[in-house]
């Protein structure tokens, strides 16, 4: 057996090596993650307004148990004035809470549930940090000002990112399905396919 020969399994056997402590040391080799698929502005849209009528319901609900209060209680006009006042703040503060709560913890609003899409960093698959979700939602309104041009540009860029996407850092994209409900789903396929009795 030559030299070279009896050199190879040696070298195979430190490559081996290598290998594992590099394993140990980094973790496993994970492949690269396909892209995910991002939402487009319909689903947006509904989502959104899907979320618009619940922050405006509970809005109405409140001003309506107020309004109901006062009007039993005779309270001086400069009074009305001051609470009607402090409700507009609080409902500000109620609309901008409601949107930088969800998209900083699960990155999906109510809506954004139904319509099967959430929010993440544009670079992690994680939920924004608060202060983030804040500066989209300032982003919100200002991609709404000039007469909603700044959502023309999901529709311009590969990533479907608005003006509020790119000022807060994020992404929306589709949320995949469960292997659960796709199992679900496929069940009930088969059970309507066969009728109620087993027969197809």
């Given at each position: 057996?030559?030299?070279?020969?009896?050199?190879?399994p040696h070298a195979a056997v430190a490559a081996r090596a290598q290998?594992?402590?590099?394993?140990?040391?980094?973790?496993?080799?994970?492949?690269?993650?396909?892209e995910p698929a991002y939402a487009g502005l319909v689903t947006r849209?509904?989502?959104?307004?899907?979320?618009?009528?619940?922050?405006?319901?509970?809005?109405?609900?409140?001003?309506?148990?107020?309004?109901?209060?006062?009007?039993?209680?005779?309270?001086?006009?400069?009074?009305?004035?001051?609470?009607?006042?402090?409700?507009?703040?609080?409902?500000?503060?109620?609309?901008?809470?409601?949107?930088?709560?969800?998209?900083?913890?699960?990155?999906?609003?109510?809506?954004?549930?139904?319509?099967?899409?959430?929010?993440?960093?544009?670079?992690?698959?994680?939920?924004?940090?608060?202060?983030?979700?804040?500066?989209?939602?300032?982003?919100?309104?200002?991609?709404?000002?000039?007469?909603?041009?700044?959502?023309?540009?999901?529709?311009?860029?590969?990533?479907?990112?608005?003006?509020?996407?790119?000022?807060?850092?994020?992404?929306?994209?589709?949320?995949?399905?469960?292997?659960?409900?796709?199992?679900?789903?496929?069940?009930?396929?088969g059970h309507d396919a066969t009728g109620s009795d087993g027969r197809?």
């Amino acid at each position: 057996m030559s030299l070279g020969e009896e050199a190879a399994p040696h070298a195979a056997v430190a490559a081996r090596a290598q290998a594992a402590a590099a394993e140990r040391a980094h973790g496993p080799r994970q492949s690269a993650e396909p892209e995910p698929a991002y939402a487009g502005l319909v689903t947006r849209a509904i989502a959104f307004a899907i979320d618009a009528a619940i922050v405006d319901l509970a809005g109405a609900a409140v001003g309506v148990v107020v309004g109901l209060a006062l009007s039993v209680l005779d309270t001086p006009d400069k009074v009305d004035d001051v609470l009607l006042v402090i409700g507009g703040v609080l409902f500000v503060i109620w609309t901008i809470g409601y949107f930088v709560f969800f998209w900083s913890t699960t990155g999906q609003t109510p809506g954004n549930r139904v319509m099967r899409i959430r929010v993440r960093g544009a670079r992690t698959d994680e939920p924004l940090k608060v202060r983030w979700a804040a500066v989209r939602f300032v982003g919100l309104g200002l991609a709404a000002l000039p007469l909603l041009l700044g959502f023309v540009l999901i529709l311009l860029n590969d990533r479907r990112r608005g003006i509020q996407d790119l000022l807060g850092r994020s992404v929306v994209v589709n949320v995949p399905e469960t292997a659960a409900a796709v199992r679900a789903s496929e069940a009930d396929l088969g059970h309507d396919a066969t009728g109620s009795d087993g027969r197809p």
